[in-house]
T-cell receptor
């Protein structure tokens, strides 16, 4: 069965430091996509970054990078130079390469950034 | 910009009432989804639809039904609301066919059933 595991319920980091949010996944399908979403206290889900299972290079989007280790089935999110506005819930999710397939979400990690 | 809208941000209903949650997207997406979000449980899929009048059960469909009469609109129906359906409900939409198509989410509806 497909599954996403986020083992860190909460993480704390100082402003300007880097932080890694862990995500492991389980699937037997060779083709899949991995996503990270941010959910601030206002509730909206904001797409951050995507990694395809066949992508050779790790995805990057500004201060966000995805550390994709296929053999370990991990897809950790790295946020460089944390900002106060990064305080939010972060969700890792997986999709399978099938039309109409929904995302499978992890339980989320709450990130708190302090000054 | 893709826009997914939900009919209400906050809703309070009584036990036993029939509740309709509406979701509309403006990007001609084939797929639409309803998730429920509860603390410590992440997002769980209730139902999804990959075409007009088509629907598929997700992980927790019990107590819910859906309707998709037009491509842009996907409704979630609680036939007889119960207190354990108090939750945040998120609608999303996406294109079909490729795993890289991200889902776009609405702002959510926080439903309280008393």
């Amino acid at each position: 069965a497909q599954k996403i595991t986020q083992t860190q319920p909460g993480m704390f980091v100082q402003e300007k430091e880097a932080v890694t949010l862990d995500c492991t996944y389980d699937t037997s399908d060779p083709s899949y996509g991995l996503f990270w979403y941010k959910q601030p206290s206002s509730g909206e889900m904001i797409f951050l970054i995507y990694q395809g299972s066949y992508d050779q290079q790790n995805a990057t989007e500004g201060r966000y990078s995805l550390n994709f280790q296929k053999a370990r089935k991990s897809a950790n999110l790295v946020i460089s130079a944390s900002q106060l506005g990064d305080s939010a819930m972060y969700f890792c999710a997986m999709s399978l390469n099938q039309a109409g397939t929904a995302l499978i979400f992890g339980k989320g990690t709450t990130l708190s950034v302090s000054s | 910009d893709v826009k997914v809208t939900q009919s209400s941000r906050y809703l309070v209903k009584r036990t036993g009432e029939k509740v309709f949650l509406e979701c509309v997207q403006d990007m001609d997406h084939e797929n639409m989804f309803w998730y429920r979000q509860d603390p410590g449980l992440g997002l769980r899929l209730i139902y999804f639809s990959y075409d007009v009048k088509m629907k598929e059960k997700g992980d927790i469909p019990e107590g819910y039904s859906v309707s998709r009469e037009k491509k842009e609109r996907f409704s979630l129906i609680l036939e007889s609301a119960s207190t354990n359906q108090t939750s945040m409900y998120l609608c999303a939409s996406s294109y079909t066919g490729e795993a890289s198509y991200e889902q776009y989410f609405g702002p959510g509806t926080r439903l309280t059933v008393t």
